[in-house]
């Protein structure tokens, strides 16, 4: 490379020589030699796209699109987190400064209580939590502390697609299982709870090399609450095989029709090889806050602080001691019919409903979940009727469909197929991705292009 490089300069300087050239051909030199240098660490190879930056840039280019990809609420705050957030920034200055590298103290406090009760543990706030930059950090930090080069990762797909990426950042490679619906009737809507693990297959994946299980539940981007007994399963093998699980748990308090979250630390034997994840942007309604954390037993937990010290070191103070109030005024309330937890998914419940009816009337087959912020829904009718949409002849349909759908009817989702591995889109590619997270105005913003859609259809 350098021989090349030297070849390039010399090339270029040559009309130079013989004049008072010796600081340009030293310039020429290093600049030439820097360029010709490969700049990217390796890691980052393969990984440089995101849909998230695509499809919004997509959407920002074409007037009036409505918003149904990205996963953050159009709406307020519980009133008590926005006024916990403004007594943090107007009362004690000191909440201005750094606090505790893993924690602000009254936060891991309070979540190591809250959360001990589910878990049936006795959580220590200095060795059983860290608080992260978002349930995003928290992640990243896992996958860092404990996943070394050549280790396997099993990822359930369809899922949240930052996992396949932190996997490969860290060194490991990735080993994908995938939830399947079972056959229904005809005319009878799915449901999340109808996609399953094929057991025999699941096991087929834990080998020698298997590092770490990602769990994902409530799912992103199925809504899908896995079952006591689907998590049973998980356990047994993760033992058998001396993994360690990763649970992100980030959507644990929206739980519709009665449906049970279970965090697969609270079974025996789990809590000692399970990191369990959650996010006070998804628990509050507050994405921007960036405040995550993981809880685990210290073995685990003091590799992932190794991994926080040496980076990201410090948590903005003052939203951490926001999260903090929130959850002691939940802890005070919890159960109860004044509870958050209890109201919001009631809420959250009817936007579901109101976008189940109106994708329905334009005939879409929406995936009823049963918790998050999100559903699937079935394109197949459409890629029957209009198949060849422009784009890549490679590219997956449903990609192809977003970018139709945001161009001509003004409504942003998001393609199935980025939430899965590559071999396998193909068996994703008719279904889109809604978030229901919004406003009573924005559900009807989207009644009004559904309604014109429907209009267009009608012979």
């Known amino acids: ?78 009133e008590f987190a926005v006024e916990a957030f403004q007594h943090a920034v107007s009362g004690d200055f000191m909440l201005n400064q750094y606090t505790k590298a893993f924690g602000y103290p009254p936060l891991t406090k309070i979540l190591a209580s809250f959360f001990g009760k589910f878990l049936g543990q006795e959580i220590d706030p200095l060795k059983n939590v860290l608080v992260t930059v978002g349930a995003y950090g928290a992640l990243f930090t896992a996958f860092q502390a404990l996943v070394d080069e050549g280790d396997e990762v099993i990822i359930v797909e369809p899922f949240f697609y930052c996992y396949e990426p932190m996997t490969l950042m860290a060194g490991g490679r990735p080993v994908f299982v995938s939830l399947k619906p079972s056959p229904i009737q005809k ?46 399963l998980v356990a047994s093998l993760c033992q058998q095989h001396d993994v360690v699980c990763i649970t992100d748990e980030v959507y644990q308090w929206l739980v519709f029709d009665g449906f049970q ?21 998804k628990t509050f309604s507050v994405t921007g806050w960036k405040v995550g954390w993981v809880l685990g037993p210290d073995r685990l937990m003091k590799h992932l602080r190794t991994v926080h010290q040496n980076s990201i070191d410090q948590c903005a103070t003052q939203c951490q001691a926001a999260v903090a109030q929130s959850f002691e005024r939940e802890q005070l309330h919890f ?105 009573e105005s924005t559900l009807r913003a989207m009644d009004q292009k559904l309604q014109k859609w429907k209009a267009e259809l009608m012979p």
């Open 1 to 78: 490379m350098f021989r090349n490089a030297t070849a390039i300069c010399l090339h270029l300087v040559g009309p130079l020589r013989g004049k008072k050239s010796g600081a340009s051909l030293t310039r020429c030199l290093h600049q030439t030699l820097t360029m010709a240098k490969r700049l990217q660490a390796r890691r980052l190879d393969g990984i440089d796209h995101s849909p998230w930056v695509e499809f919004v840039k997509l959407a920002s280019e074409e007037a009036d699109v409505v918003n149904f990809g990205e996963g953050f609420p159009d709406f307020s705050p519980p």
């Open 261 to 281: 979250h279970i965090s697969i630390a609270s079974l025996p034997g789990m809590w000692e090889r399970t990191l369990t994840i959650g996010s006070a942007g």
């Open 335 to 439: 159960g109860q019919p004044s509870s958050y937890f209890v109201q919001f998914p009631q809420y959250i419940q009817r936007c579901r409903d109101h976008m189940i009816q109106s994708l329905q009337s334009v005939g879409l087959r929406p995936v009823i979940p049963q918790a998050s912020y999100f559903l699937i829904t079935d394109i197949s009718d459409f890629k029957n009727k209009m198949p060849d949409l422009p784009g890549a002849a490679d590219e997956p349909y449903d990609r192809r469909f977003v970018k139709w759908m945001i161009k001509n009817k003004g409504l942003m989702a998001i393609p199935v197929s980025t939430f899965v591995s590559v071999p396998h889109q193909k068996f994703f590619d008719h279904y889109i991705r809604f978030c229901f997270v919004k406003d």
């Open 187 to 232: 005319g009878e809507p799915d449901s999340s709870s109808n996609w399953q693990l094929d057991p025999t297959e699941l096991a087929s994946k834990f080998t020698s090399r298997t590092k770490a299980f990602i769990l994902n539940t409530p799912n992103n981007p199925l809504g899908k609450v896995f079952s006591r007994e689907e998590l049973e």
